[in-house]
Antibody
């Protein structure tokens, strides 16, 4: 059974960089043909896809965030991470990591529990 | 970006009711459409993938249909544990996008 767990600071100051890590158990992020993704949800709002990582190297980001986002993997720890630079209050959200199915249909089949990040001075 | 809309935005229903939620894409997405259930304070949970395939472990009262631009999620007999918000998501093209959600609450 695959499990994902997000970790990182719950409070980030404006203009700083948000950094989160997703630890994966029950499967390797560097094999199996899966994609690994970050998704966020603003308080009381819908879901926004941030980007995904494939094979520990191939990346695709949401163009709306592309200039500020980096996703990368640490295969030795079976983790992948999100960095979002120059944050503002608009980046306050629940951040989820998720596994993307290896099917070409690409649904999110496993999710972490989420971590709330607040941007405030 | 492909825009996803859902209707209704919310509904009230009773246990045992048949519930139908509609999702529409702004362009043809074949069957690259998936449904999730989210309860308060929890992560979304996959219910239906590829428009009509039931995720393992999901009760058979949930079903999905549709293709191209119009899709439906049906709960054949609503149970107390089904009160939640439901989202559709397209994976036809990046950026992946979600519908705004349909909240199902108790009448």
């Amino acid at each position: 059974q695959v499990q994902l767990q997000e970790s990182g600071p719950g409070l980030v100051k404006p203009s700083q960089t948000l950094s989160l890590t997703c630890s994966v158990s029950g499967g390797s992020i560097s094999s199996g043909g899966y994609y690994w993704s970050w998704i966020r949800q603003h308080p009381g709002k819908g879901l926004e896809w941030i980007g995904y990582l494939y094979n520990s190297a191939s990346l695709f980001y949401n163009p709306s965030l592309q200039s500020r986002v980096t996703i990368f993997a640490d295969t030795s720890k079976n983790q992948f991470s999100l960095m979002l630079s120059s944050v503002t209050a608009a980046d306050t959200a629940m951040y989820y990591c998720a596994r993307v199915s290896r099917s070409s249909w690409k649904w999110f089949d496993y999710w972490g529990q989420g971590t709330l990040v607040t941007v405030s001075s | 970006d492909i825009q996803m809309t859902q209707s209704p935005s919310s509904l009230s229903a009773s246990v045992g009711d048949r519930v139908t939620i509609t999702c529409r894409a702004s362009q043809i997405i074949s069957t690259y459409l998936h449904w999730y259930q989210q309860k308060p304070g929890k992560a979304p949970k996959l219910l239906i993938y590829a428009a009509s395939s039931l995720q393992s472990g999901v009760p058979s009262r949930f079903s999905g249909s549709g293709s191209a631009t119009d899709f439906t999620l049906t709960i054949s007999s609503l149970q107390s544990e089904d009160f939640a918000t439901y989202y559709c998501q397209q994976s036809y093209s990046t950026p992946f996008t979600f519908g705004p959600g349909t909240r199902v609450d108790i009448k």
